[in-house]
């Protein structure tokens, strides 16, 4: 299957925005020429400007790389106020919540909501420009409005997934000094509601001393506790609020937002986007990867506490004009048939989503998608994970009718948006592989010394020039930075962005990404640090020592493994294992909690007590071991682990 190659369905890709691979290469080569000439033509193209930038790059504090040096530009106006004059009537959100309510909102009502909630911020919470700002958010369009009313004040946000528990939203508060919580009662799931405020009331009972007010929309109306003097009702305020807050004037390099992932420690990092790069890219990714049209109605099902939902849900679909469809639900409820119901309802054009959600849709609905009208579909998109073979032809030729483009985009939190991605109206597709770099993007596969590696063979995936919408800094740690992301690869003697991903280049120069080769595993398309886990499950005192892997799962791609040794190995028992997820639940979330969890008498380790996770890896995998143990401080210890694991 992987020889097979998908051409674009010519009736789309002849009015496509990049429609011919000579068209790609003919972008792509232009950046290759003149690299600062390229993205001048399209900054100026695209970007609506207040005062005009002085320089397109500068690269003299590298790697802290600057894009459109003093330039001037508001997000809040290049996604909302820019296209009131020809668009006011045109739909800019629509919702529909997890019970089946929708709702259309306007560019113009948009308009409305965020500048009553930067009016609301601004006057009532003295908010400006700089402040940080927390969103603990359900996916309501409230959400959205709260986004663009920071761009419009020039506050930072940081949205805390909603999934992440009261010491997580609590890590993140304090790391980012943040001044306000915006959240919500909670919202819907599955037909019932479920909490938010009581866990940001968690999270501020012992700590989160910067907060000085948290901000509630009502969603699900269940009761929940108020703190008197620092809780403020977002829908009683917001009424008194004027329609009117003018937007503040942000240079390019200031900070748009932070969001918060995982890397190879226990704490995760502050990713910082700028304002002009980010924004930038987002809209021009929207319009080349998903061929963004007039009428186009898009759809992203991720939610905004992630990457994905800044990029592809709020930013790039508002910034190019577009509708994006925002949903409070999951794609299986009421039934497996939601999904494509909801595709049909709102003529959605282009639907993306994770392959998780691709497994989880073919399994519990094969044939559900036959059910509906999806004939408006022109492009289906892929995010967060390798895509595997059955999942893709179903989607391509069930989901798409065999007419739709896949494109399986590659991209990471720090990259702000796609850089490996096929063009649905360029690019042949394979199968499971992310294709070629996006025009302007200088990915390559290349050994740590920057020589290319051999066709075939797995390498590091790097891009080797700085680009727009690239990540500016980790929020308070410049060396973390430096050396999470520029301290692993060179080329031409310069430190260059290196992805923590492998990646395979074949011959024809189709990039395939082969996964992280950091302790990062992927559980459902979201990033979990395995030292994070490990930290969490070190709170519990039983445990001695752990290590945690990635163990292959049919639907979440990735689940979490964990090999414990315990001070006391006749504690453990199934009961151990519940008690010990929950401490994960307290202070992850429930995402991170394991699938599995093996009691071992010790870890292999070295003699200098590095944990060798590779055999472990092996072990849950039931590979053979390949590795050299003969290093180990004590290699019988490999053997007893793998009995354990094959019995459990
Ligand atoms: C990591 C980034 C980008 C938004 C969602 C995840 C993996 C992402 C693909 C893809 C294979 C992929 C990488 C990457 N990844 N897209 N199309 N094919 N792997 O964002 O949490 O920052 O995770 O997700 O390993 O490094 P994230």
Not at 133 to 154: D, F, K, N, Q
Not at 191 to 202: E, F, R
Not at 280 to 301: G, H, I, P, S
Request: negative net charge; charged residues 25%; aromatic residues 10%.
């Amino acid at each position: 299957m992987s020889e097979q190659i998908f051409n674009p369905n010519p009736e789309h890709a002849k009015d496509a925005a990049i429609n011919s691979m000579e068209a790609y290469w003919k972008l792509q080569n232009h950046a290759i020429e003149d690299y600062e000439g390229f993205w001048k033509g399209f900054a100026d193209k695209k970007i609506d400007w207040i005062e005009p930038y002085d320089t397109v790059l500068d690269e003299s504090n590298a790697p802290f790389y600057k894009w459109f040096s003093n330039g001037k530009l508001n997000v809040s106006n290049q996604c909302v106020d820019r296209h009131l004059a020809e668009k006011s009537e045109q739909n800019a959100i629509i919702f529909e919540g997890d019970k089946g309510d929708v709702q259309h909102i306007t560019y113009a009502q948009l308009s409305k909501h965020v500048n009553k909630l930067a009016n609301l911020l601004k006057n009532k919470f003295g908010i400006k420009k700089g402040d940080r700002v927390v969103l603990y958010m359900p996916m309501i369009p409230e959400a959205a409005y709260a986004m663009l009313a920071c761009t419009r004040l020039g506050a930072i946000h940081s949205i805390v997934f909603g999934g992440f528990s009261s010491e997580a939203l609590k890590d993140r508060i304090e790391d980012a000094e943040a001044k306000i919580v915006i959240t919500a009662d909670g919202a819907f799931r599955k037909g019932k509601p479920y909490m938010l405020k009581n866990v940001v009331d968690d999270a501020l009972s012992d700590g989160g001393k910067s907060i000085e007010a948290v901000l509630v929309v009502k969603r699900n109306n269940e009761e929940i506790t108020w703190v008197e003097g620092r809780d403020h009702s977002y829908n009683e305020l917001i009424k008194a609020e004027s329609e009117e807050c003018p937007f503040e004037p942000m240079e390019s390099e200031d900070p748009l937002f932070l969001l918060y992932t995982s890397g190879s420690t226990g704490k995760p990092k502050g990713v910082q986007h700028s304002t002009a790069g980010y924004i930038l890219w987002a809209q021009m990714t929207m319009e080349w990867v998903f061929d963004l049209r007039k009428n186009d109605v898009y759809w992203c099902t991720a939610d905004v506490g992630w990457i994905t939902g800044h990029t592809y849900i709020v930013y790039g679909p508002l910034a190019a004009g577009g509708t994006t469809v925002m949903f409070e639900g999951v794609p299986t409820y009421p039934d497996a048939g939601r999904a494509w119901q909801m595709v049909q309802d709102h003529n959605i054009t282009q639907f993306y989503t994770a392959p998780t959600a691709i497994r989880l849709l073919h399994k519990t609905g094969e044939e559900e998608p036959k059910k509906y009208d999806l004939s408006k579909l022109r492009v289906l998109g892929t995010v967060g994970e390798p895509i595997d073979p059955p999942a893709w032809k179903w989607y391509y030729e069930v989901v798409g009718n065999s007419k739709c483009a896949i494109v399986d985009t590659y991209w990471q939190t720090e990259t702000g948006g796609h850089v490996i991605s096929p063009l649905p109206g360029a690019t042949p597709i394979k199968p499971g592989c992310a294709t070629f770099a996006l025009p302007g993007i200088m990915a390559e596969v290349i050994e740590e010394d920057g020589t290319p590696t051999p066709v075939g063979e797995k390498g590091f995936m790097c891009i080797t020039k700085p680009w727009p919408a690239m990540i500016r800094n980790i929020w308070n740690n410049p060396e973390r930075f430096k050396k999470s992301y520029f301290g692993d690869c060179k080329k031409d003697g310069e430190a260059v962005y290196f992805t923590g991903d492998g990646a395979m280049i074949a011959e024809d120069g189709y990039i395939t990404i082969t996964g992280r080769t950091d302790d990062v595993i992927n559980v459902s398309g979201h990033r979990m640090g395995t030292a994070e886990v490990e930290a969490a499950i070190k709170k519990h005192d039983s445990v001695a020592a752990v290590a945690v892997v990635g163990k292959p799962h049919d639907i979440k791609g990735e689940g979490i493994f964990a090999y414990i040794v315990l001070k006391n190995p006749s504690e453990g028992n199934e009961d151990l294992k519940i008690a010990i997820n929950k401490v994960i639940k307290k202070e992850i979330g429930a995402i991170a909690l394991c699938d599995a969890i093996a009691f071992v008498p010790d870890v292999p380790k070295t003699r200098s007590g590095k944990i060798m996770r590779r055999i472990l890896r092996s072990i849950v995998k039931g590979e053979a071991i390949t590795q050299d143990t003969s290093t180990l401080e004590d290699p019988s210890i490999v053997a007893i682990i793998e009995g354990i694991v094959k019995k459990s």
